[in-house]
Antibody, heavy 126, light 107 residues
Framework: EVQLVESGGNLVQPGGSLRLSCAAS????????MNWLRQAPGKGLEWVSY????????YYAESVKGRFTVSRDNAKNTLYLQMNSLTAEDTAVYYC???????????????????WGQGTLVTVSS | AIRMTQSPSSLSASTGDRVTITCRAS??????VAWYQQKPGKAPNLLIY???TLQSGVPSRFSGSRSGTDFTLTISRLQSEDFATYYC?????????FGQGTKVEIK
C-alpha cells in the first residue's frame, strides 16, 4: 500500500524548534519530488516547502523562509521538516505530500499532490 | 504569488443536484490547476489535475474545465459522500497557492 506517515508534531513554546518526519512506503521514494503543506485550525490549505528527488533543489513559502528547512534521506525513505523560531502562526496540521509527474505531452508536470499523509499537529503556545 | 480566488465559499445543495465551484487565477497559468476534496479530520484527496483530467479512482460525476484564467469544478449529481470542502490549487509556479475553499453542505 502506498503510504505516507508523518510524525513529530507536538506542543512547543514560541521561539522553539521541532523536526517533523514523513515515512514513505509502498512506492519508490527516490523517484518522487515531495512537499510539505499545512492547515491552521479551521483554515484552508497552505503550501510550505518543496524538495526535488535528489534534495538539491528546494523551495519555501515566504512565511517560513529562513526558519524552516526541508530535507530527505532517500536511504531511509524519509522526508523531514526542521522548524525553528516557531510562532503561534505556525500552529497547524502539517502534511507531507507526494508530487508525481502527471498529465500528457506538453502539459505533463509535477505540482499536483496525489498522496498525502494523515497529518501531524504542531501547536505553538506558551 | 499567484492568487486563486475561489467561489462560493459555501453552498447548500441536495443529493442529486448539479454543483459548480469556480476559481479565478490572478494571472495566466495555462491549465496547471488541481482540485481536491477534503472531509473533516482527513487529508485532502486529489480529484482533478491539469484542469480537467480525472485522477484514477475518482467518480466520473466529477469534472473540471478551463476558460482562460477561470477554472470550474462540477459535480453532476451530488451524492451523500460528496459533502465536503473543495479546494483549487495552481501549480504553474512557486509558491503553490490554493483557493480559500468551498464547503458543500446538505440543504
Amino acid at each position: 500500500e502506498v503510504q505516507l506517515v508523518e510524525s513529530g508534531g507536538n506542543l512547543v513554546q514560541p521561539g522553539g524548534s521541532l523536526r517533523l518526519s514523513c515515512a514513505a512506503s509502498g512506492f519508490t521514494f527516490t523517484t518522487y519530488e515531495m512537499n510539505w503543506l499545512r492547515q491552521a485550525p479551521g483554515k484552508g490549505l497552505e503550501w510550505v516547502s518543496y524538495i526535488s528527488t535528489s534534495g538539491r533543489s528546494v523551495y519555501y513559502a515566504e512565511s517560513v523562509k529562513g526558519r524552516f528547512t526541508v530535507s530527505r534521506d532517500n536511504a531511509k525513505n524519509t522526508l523531514y521538516l526542521q522548524m525553528n523560531s516557531l510562532t503561534a502562526e505556525d500552529t497547524a496540521v502539517y502534511y507531507c505530500a507526494r508530487d508525481p509527474l502527471l498529465g500528457f505531452g506538453e502539459l505533463s508536470s509535477t505540482g499536483a499532490f496525489d498522496i498525502w499523509g494523515q497529518g501531524t499537529l504542531v501547536t505553538v503556545s506558551s | 504569488a499567484i492568487r486563486m480566488t475561489q467561489s462560493p465559499s459555501s453552498l447548500s445543495a441536495s443529493t442529486g443536484d448539479r454543483v459548480t465551484i469556480t476559481c479565478r487565477a490572478s494571472q495566466p497559468i495555462s491549465s496547471y490547476v488541481a482540485w481536491y476534496q477534503q472531509k473533516p479530520g482527513k487529508a485532502p484527496n486529489l480529484l482533478i489535475y491539469v484542469a480537467s483530467t480525472l485522477q484514477s479512482g475518482v467518480p466520473s460525476r466529477f469534472s473540471g474545465s478551463r476558460s482562460g484564467t477561470d477554472f470550474t469544478l462540477t459535480i453532476s449529481r451530488l451524492q451523500s459522500e460528496d459533502f465536503a470542502t473543495y479546494y483549487c490549487q495552481q501549480y504553474f509556479s512557486y509558491p503553490r497557492t490554493f483557493g480559500q475553499g468551498t464547503k458543500v453542505e446538505i440543504k
